[in-house]
């Protein structure tokens, strides 16, 4: 079984930044790949960004230049650095594991994550 638990949301004024951290504590995550989710109000779920074991990154086009996610595999956990924060940002923020070391594009992942976490809230004001 897989745990991941999200933290580092809160609320922010536009320009601003936040970290959003994820612990995992998955079985073999050597070999999983590894993505941030947001769905805000009145939204789908939407890919953020996603990181291959060898650190192959993928960003959606909304957070190109913005956003950054990386891993520290030592401490197996999960970062977005959000800078620049716009108030369409404003999402509730689920990290996810997927079994398999490559990673879908970021536009396709229904059904293809084994585990979620519960998500951190991130609120953006004007």
């Known amino acids: 079984q897989g745990r991941l638990v999200e933290s580092g949301g809160g609320s922010v004024q536009a320009g601003g930044s936040l970290r959003l951290s994820c612990v995992i504590s998955?079985?073999?995550?050597?070999?999983?790949?590894m993505g941030w989710f947001r769905q805000g109000p009145g939204k789908e779920r939407e890919g953020v960004a996603t990181?291959?074991?060898?650190?192959?990154?993928n960003y959606a086009d909304s957070v190109k230049g913005r956003f950054t996610i990386s891993q520290d595999n030592a401490a197996n956990t999960l970062y977005l650095q959000m800078n620049s924060l716009r108030p369409e940002d404003t999402a509730m923020y689920y990290c996810?594991?997927?079994?398999?070391?490559?990673?879908?594009?970021?536009?396709?992942?229904?059904?293809?994550?084994?585990?979620w976490g519960q998500g951190t809230q991130v609120t953006v004001s004007s």
């Open positions: 996810a594991a997927k079994s398999g070391r490559n990673c879908p594009p970021i536009t396709i992942w229904r059904g293809l994550y084994n585990y």
């Open positions: 998955v079985y073999t995550y050597s070999s999983y790949c």
């Open positions: 990181i291959e074991k060898d650190g192959v990154t």
